[in-house]
Structure formats: C-alpha cells, structure tokens
C-alpha cells in the first residue's frame, strides 16, 4: 500500500491533538530545513508533544504493544513470577519540574517487531553479538493508566532476549540505519508491525512515532510530518519530537499505521543550564535553525534476505 492513504488512525490523531496537551522513496521537492550535524539525540520542536500510550487512540495503543525497549541486562530482575526494570527517575539526569520527573528511565533505544521471531532496531544500537547477549528486549514497557506505580514490573512473556544479529546496515552517517534481530523464541500475543516496504513518500505526509523517549515508559507522539527527503532517498526528516532512547523506535504514516522509517538521529536533546546547574530540554523555536530528526526509510530494508518472503 502506498503510504498517505487515510483511514480512521488519520483521524484519531486529530481527535489527539484536539484533546489537551532495495527501494528507493519517490522523492519531490525539498522543504528547506537545517542541515543535520548526526548528534544520536533529538529535541522539541515548540510544544513537547509526547504522551502517555495509554492516553493515545485504540488503534495505537494496540500497535504499541508491539514495540520493545532495549534493556541492559543489568537493569532487569527475574522474580520468578515477574521480571522487574530498574533505574534512575528522570529527576536524576534532567532539571526540577521536567515532564515524567518521577518515572524511571531505563532503555537506551526502542525496537519493533517484523516476524513472529524478527525485531527491527536501528544499527547503531546493536553494533555487535556482544551487543545481542547483553541486553533484554521488553515489550510494552509503559504506563497502563493514570498514576500506575507498577509499570517496572513486567510478565516473563513480555521480556525476550537477542538470539544473534539477522542483518544489520549502517551507511551514510544512519540515512541507513537498521538492524534486525533474532529473538531467542517467537513472541505470542503481539502483531507484527507492517512495513510500507513500497512507500511513496513526500514532503506534508502526516507522522506518528512512538517509542522509549529518553529512556521512559513508551510515549506517543503525533504531531509532525515529513519536511524533507535527503538527496539519496535513503531517509526523511522531519520536527517529531524524539530523544536519546528513541533510536530505532518506528516512525508510521498517519494515515495507515504503517512503518515508514526507522528513527536514526537528530538535534541535541539537552543542554547544561548554568543558572540551575543541572540538564535542562533543548526547546526548538523557528529560526534557531535546529537540525529535524531523520529517521531511516523502511524501504532500504525491501530486498533484506533476512526478512524473507510474506
């Protein structure tokens, strides 16, 4: 299905935003946009965006469930009956009164699942088999409502580790940037992602990203669209609001929920506020000419063997 077709999760997301705060891409036009520098972190761009899963329309919260946080393996506990994430509340890293300031921070980058067995990420956060031992891949790490204190605790069902390195590619500082894995058994319970592996994308097409922003439990974001397609058709950028711990999370259209990218890079997400002495979010606002997060097409992974066929 070529992407920007809509449907009923092109409008739920303005139903969202009324509520409170191998294959090449077709290319057209650019929109002019700031030049990417390849810091791995992101930034805000005006109004932070992020939300709750569990606040975003049905339709994405079931797609939720299939996205996955990478944790060290030093972070998470089997208990027998569950298995337990644990680190640092945002507070400790960031400035007093940031948004989620109290909810623990614990993956480095987030993945999505292709195949029962199949988990995309992007290629620079697993570089190598000693990368795919030592991490955890834990599905649906996210609030399940309002004021939920038991969102670290997970089911055995729900925490899968990396079996080996199916395919990975990295080029043109992460236009290409992508990794697949093999877990160590089929997930049950959750749906594949599907993949616009034909998409034909361009400047205005509305965007959906969500993902382990920062480290926290899963946040959905819903208000940007694609600005620019780089010259070798390989990556879009666009003013989503992802950070540091987004990195392989899934950009989707819109319109059909389908994947169109995997998120690789963007602006510098932090700086030191001397005033408070502490890290404090980097804020976009036109003409501060911050570089757009890029994320890598889907459709470079089209003739990926490892994929096989559907």
Not at 42 to 59: C, H, N, T, V
Not at 131 to 155: I, M, P, Q, R
Not at 189 to 212: T, Y
Not at 222 to 229: E, N, P, R, T
Request: hydrophobic fraction near 35%; proline fraction near 5%; charged fraction near 20%.
């Amino acid at each position: 299905m070529a992407a920007g077709t809509k449907t009923g999760l092109a409008s739920g997301i303005e139903e969202l935003r009324a509520g409170p705060g191998g294959a090449k891409a077709v290319l057209a036009a650019p929109v002019p946009a700031p030049q990417a520098t390849g810091a791995f972190s992101r930034a805000i761009f005006g109004k932070d965006d992020r939300q709750e899963l569990f606040s975003a329309p049905d339709q994405w919260r079931e797609i939720g469930r299939s996205i996955a946080a990478k944790v060290s393996a030093d972070h998470i506990t089997n208990h027998g009956s569950f298995w337990e994430l644990h680190g640092d509340p945002l507070s400790a890293k960031e400035c007093p009164g940031n948004r989620f300031a109290d909810q623990i921070t614990v993956p480095s980058c987030t993945g999505f699942l292709v195949k029962p067995d199949l988990l995309v990420t992007a290629a620079h956060c697993v570089k190598s088999q000693d990368d795919c031992d030592s991490f955890n891949w834990v599905f649906e790490y996210a609030l399940a409502g309002e004021g939920d204190k038991n969102y670290t605790k997970v089911g055995a069902d729900r925490v899968y580790r990396c079996k080996k390195i199916a395919a990975r590619n990295y080029q043109a500082f992460g236009d290409i940037d992508y990794a697949i894995l093999q877990l160590d058994r089929p997930v049950e319970g959750r749906k594949p992602l599907k993949l616009a592996l034909d998409a034909q994308v361009s400047p205005g097409l509305e965007l959906v990203n969500i993902g382990n922003s920062n480290g926290l439990p899963l946040k959905f974001k819903g208000s940007a669209q694609i600005l620019k397609i780089t010259p070798n058709g390989w990556a879009f950028e666009s003013e989503m609001d992802t950070f540091g711990g987004d990195s392989g999370s899934p950009f989707f259209d819109a319109g059909t929920g389908e994947v169109l990218g995997v998120t690789s890079r963007g602006h510098a997400d932090h700086f030191h506020d001397g005033a408070s002495n502490c890290r404090q979010l980097k804020v976009c606002k036109p003409g501060d000419n911050c570089n757009l997060s890029v994320a890598s097409g889907i459709w470079n992974l089209k003739n990926e063997p490892a994929l096989g066929a559907d």
